[in-house]
């Protein structure tokens, strides 16, 4: 004799109250994942120990941004979904288990939130006006450059004059070329040395170059102001 009333075999959820829903939300998640998983190593490679330039400007490609902000969206409701489980198969208390699946809830929504606003904030970044784009640029080169010396001793050596009789130093730390890491991150120009890398700081957009920038000797220049 079936003891089945005629709503529950129409709803057909189950003593979960659930149904296939969460089973099958777990598996879609999961396939998401999957698929999204080397577009994700890939962003991890290609960022991992670039500059800050490189990083926003990577991120902030619009594919770049949805393919991410898809990742996180189904990492976050797996996530839940499987603490849910865990949570509703191994705690019996009513009153613990209520409190656990709401603070569930609410890290899932708070992990998520955090990292879709680091999504939109670098495709902000990335479309900022070029003078807006510079100001953020030289905020964060001087943190990175606090970076490349933090904990070391920098060593600088007197080379030469310039013309202005000003003393043209090289300076390092560790074995870190200071000047070089510089100008290839956007930071400086070259002066007579470093123009390899001050061209490929330039083809990159970084530091400097990923705004509106004159040199130095050309704005003087303009400006009927000796060189």
């Not at 529950?8 to 829903?21: F, H, P, Y």
């Not at 209520?98 to 495709?123: D, E, K, R």
Request: contains cysteine; proline residues 2%.
């Amino acid at each position: 004799m079936a003891m089945r009333t005629p709503l529950k075999n129409v709803r057909r959820l189950g003593s979960a109250k659930d149904g296939t829903e969460h089973f099958w939300r777990q598996r879609l998640t999961s396939v998401a994942l999957l698929l999204l998983l080397p577009f994700v190593i890939w962003i991890a490679l290609k960022t991992g120990g670039a500059d800050y330039e490189t990083a926003v400007a990577t991120l902030g490609n619009p594919i770049v941004s949805i393919l991410l902000a898809l990742f996180i969206l189904a990492g976050v409701v797996h996530m839940r979904l499987g603490m849910q489980v865990i949570i509703e198969d191994y705690v019996h208390t009513e009153g613990t288990k209520i409190a656990l699946l709401m603070l569930n809830t609410f890290f899932a929504a708070i992990i998520g939130l955090a990292s879709m606003f680091s999504c939109a904030l670098s495709y902000v970044q990335s479309l900022a006006p070029a003078n807006r784009r510079t100001e953020i640029i030289a905020t964060f080169g001087a943190a990175g450059f606090l970076g490349m010396i933090a904990g070391q001793t920098v060593h600088c050596e007197g080379m030469e004059k310039d013309r202005h009789r000003r003393l043209l130093a090289l300076c390092s730390a560790g074995n870190l070329d200071l000047n070089r890491e510089m100008v290839r991150r956007g930071m400086a120009v070259a002066y007579g040395r470093y123009t390899a890398e001050e061209r490929e700081a330039a083809n990159s957009n970084r530091g400097l170059w990923g705004g509106e920038f004159v040199r130095p000797r050309v704005w003087r220049q303009e400006r009927g102001i000796s060189n």
